[in-house]
Nanobody, 119 residues
């Protein structure tokens, strides 16, 4: 059974930082491109960042230069370092594998972790 458990969210002031973590189980983690997604109130879920098995990363334009995705294959975890946070980054953040040209690989989603950027 595929399972993703996200953590690390919270309330932070504009300009602040947070580090999100996601623990994956039930998959051969090292074989998958992994991604972080987010969903703001009233909006569709969007892809924020991906990291390939090679370690190559890609970012949505809205977070480029502020967010950094990383992975630890030994621990089946993927992280998202978020710096210079803006109010528009407020959302529930999720992780899942990513299939290029398609989107989220699995139908199973974790509970997500809430990130709120507000003064």
């Amino acid at each position: 059974q595929v399972q993703f458990v996200e953590s690390g969210g919270g309330l932070v002031q504009p300009g602040g930082s947070l580090r999100l973590s996601c623990a994956a189980s039930g998959i051969i983690f090292s074989a998958y491109v992994m991604g972080w997604y987010r969903q703001a109130p009233g909006k569709q879920r969007e892809l924020v960042a991906t990291i390939a098995t090679s370690g190559r990363s890609n970012y949505a334009d809205s977070v480029k230069g502020r967010f950094t995705i990383s992975r630890d294959n030994a621990k089946n975890t993927v992280h998202l370092q978020m710096n210079s946070l803006k109010p528009e980054d407020t959302a529930v953040y999720y992780c899942n594998a990513y299939t290029p040209g398609w989107g989220p690989t699995f139908d199973d989603w974790g509970q997500g972790t809430q990130v709120t950027v507000s003064s």
